[in-house]
């Protein structure tokens, strides 16, 4: 048993940088397994100053969404040719009540509800002499490569959290990727600082039945190509690929101007990362007597294509003119992505019988480069 495993943890905490990197999607995916520690003995306990950041990147999110709502609409009207009066409806039906700030507020309080989330009050549990003695002496969070300043706020909630944690004689478990929290938690008697969410959840289940599973899933060959499980992987991944269509954007290069559109992405292959002992890495998420909830990580392979459109500037009229139209550019891309899968069973009698419940794929490509692109001139000249 690892030395992080043996250690009780009373409670779970998490950094906002670990909220935004999941999108601040509370409703599917890992972010939503927190919710299996509502009325358990493991508390659920951020920083009021986290809650103020995931906040206000949530509202500048909702900002740009609501920009993005306008701008769409506006070119439906354009474009499209679309009645005002039915733009007017669309506009009514995507409008929500409240500023982002309240929006984003409400969102939260929300996701806390699902896992009844303890608010920490950094004015009741911050030493101020603990603070002002780290910041000069430049320790953890506080670094000499960065403006001291600019940490201040990681100093405040991390050490609230430990006071709070002192106070109520509770070892805490706290996901960042922030070295500074990293460090901080080094010296802490309190805080143990994990980078991965998966692995911390599964670091506060229980040992032996995470054993038990994985040793099933590992002898009963499930994630191995052609399986079940793995086909059913591959078509959530192809979902999850059509649903990308709409977020990417394409960057490309060229002496004309170009405008693309119909893009397209084929799946072409995944492959499961694995451990030091060369299997499938799996991180167990959640445990009940009727299901079980686990995550892998994969490299997703596929193809992206696009039809593009060439014009050049006519100096003399005013106006650009079409020199080629639809013509198809593609590239091959690769990106990372952790798969959530539900399993269901009756495990009372053990893990060797699963049902395959929803599968999450997390992440997405977002961002293609095409390299150059030029209209293709013997297609022109037919």
């Known amino acids: 048993m690892s030395e992080d495993k043996a250690q009780i943890y009373g409670a779970f905490s998490i950094d906002n940088n670990i909220l935004k990197g999941r999108g601040y999607n509370f409703d599917e995916g890992l972010l939503k397994q927190l919710a299996q520690f509502a009325n358990s003995p493991i508390k659920i306990v951020l920083s009021d100053v986290i809650h103020n950041e995931a906040k206000k990147h949530l509202a500048s999110e909702i900002s740009e969404a609501r920009k993005h709502i306008k701008k769409g609409l506006r070119s439906a009207c354009y474009r499209l040719k679309i009645p005002q009066d039915k733009i007017n409806l669309a506009q009514i039906a995507l409008t929500v009540d409240g ?25 009741e549990h911050l030493n101020t002499k ?32 430990e006071g709070w944690a002192d106070y109520n004689d509770t070892k805490v478990l706290v996901v960042s990727n922030d070295k500074g929290w990293e460090g901080f938690a080094k010296e802490s008697e309190w805080l ?40 059913s992987i591959k078509d959530a991944i192809v979902d999850s690929l059509e649903e990308s269509v709409f977020d990417i954007y394409i960057e490309a ?78 590239i091959e891309e690769e990106y990372k992505t952790d798969i959530l899968i539900e399993l269901y069973g009756d495990f009372k009698q053990g893990y060797a019988d699963m049902d395959v419940g929803d599968i999450t794929v997390s992440g997405s490509i977002g961002y293609v480069e095409f390299g150059e692109v030029e209209p293709d001139w013997g297609d022109y000249e037919e």
Not at 99 to 123: G, M, N, P, R, T
Not at 199 to 225: C, D, S, T
């Open 99 to 123: 500023s982002d700030e309240e929006i984003a507020e409400k969102k939260l309080d929300q996701y806390y509800d699902e896992f009844q989330a303890v608010i920490i009050d950094s004015e």
């Open 130 to 161: 603990t603070l002002m003695q780290r910041y000069f002496s430049t320790q953890a969070p506080f670094e000499l490569k960065k403006e001291k300043k600019n940490e201040f706020p990681d100093a405040v909630a991390l050490i609230s959290l």
């Open 253 to 330: 290069y060229s002496s004309f101007y170009y405008e693309y559109e119909d893009i397209e992405i084929d799946y072409l292959s995944h492959d499961f990362h694995t451990n030091e002992n060369g299997q499938v890495g799996v991180t167990v998420v959640g445990i009940d007597s009727d299901r079980i909830t686990l995550i892998v990580d994969a490299d997703v392979k596929c193809e992206i294509g696009a039809s593009f459109d060439f014009s050049v500037w006519d100096s003399i009229d005013k106006e650009y003119v079409g020199l080629t139209s639809g013509q198809y550019f593609s």
């Open 192 to 231: 143990t600082v994990k980078n991965d969410l998966a692995e911390a959840i599964e670091m506060v289940q229980p040992e032996n039945q995470v054993n038990a599973i994985l040793e099933v899933f590992h002898n009963k060959g499930f994630l191995e190509e052609d399986s079940f499980l793995y086909e």
